[in-house]
């Protein structure tokens, strides 16, 4: 579906970060977040070639500790964010590809836990503005991801 030029996504959408090896999850879209943020436990910050970098796990699928991707990516930055709980805190910022509704999107994502929220992706708006206009009252109106089998 698409409004003009743009394509209509709706508050909810199937994505995938190909870079980080995770082929299907599910992604809150969330005009009020100004970046995008990811479910990442096991952070752990290293050095390579003189380049920071984040190793991280990534359960995909909500409610579900299986399975386990492991990813690694550059550090582009550390931001202080406030949580839902009101509190402050540092997160590691990745940039990396988000494929939403078959649209391939470079954008920061900040990594945090995000194990008690009901999805495991939020698409903010710096990621989709300019692409998508959002329908809030509609879910899923890109097509869901081809199944790959995941061997992690």
């Known amino acids: 579906m698409t409004s003009g030029s743009k394509l209509v996504i709706g508050w909810r959408e199937w994505v995938q970060l190909p870079g ?67 509190r402050s805190e540092l997160r590691p910022v990745i940039m990396t590809t988000i494929v939403v509704a078959g649209v391939s999107l470079e954008a920061l994502v900040n990594l945090t836990s995000r194990d008690e929220m009901g999805f495991r992706m939020l698409l903010g708006r710096r990621a989709v ?6 329908d809030p009252g509609r879910s899923y109106l890109g097509p869901r991801p081809r199944r790959v089998e995941e061997s992690k």
């Open 20 to 86: 980080l090896g995770v082929f299907e999850t599910k992604a809150k879209v969330d005009t009020g977040a100004d970046n995008s943020a990811l479910h990442a436990f096991n952070l752990e910050r290293f050095s390579r070639d003189g380049l920071d970098y984040v190793r991280f796990e990534v359960h995909p699928k909500q409610r579900s500790r299986r399975p386990v991707i492991r990813c690694e990516a550059p550090l582009v930055t550390e931001k202080k964010v406030r949580n839902p709980g009101g």
């Open 129 to 134: 503005r300019g692409s998508f206009v959002i």
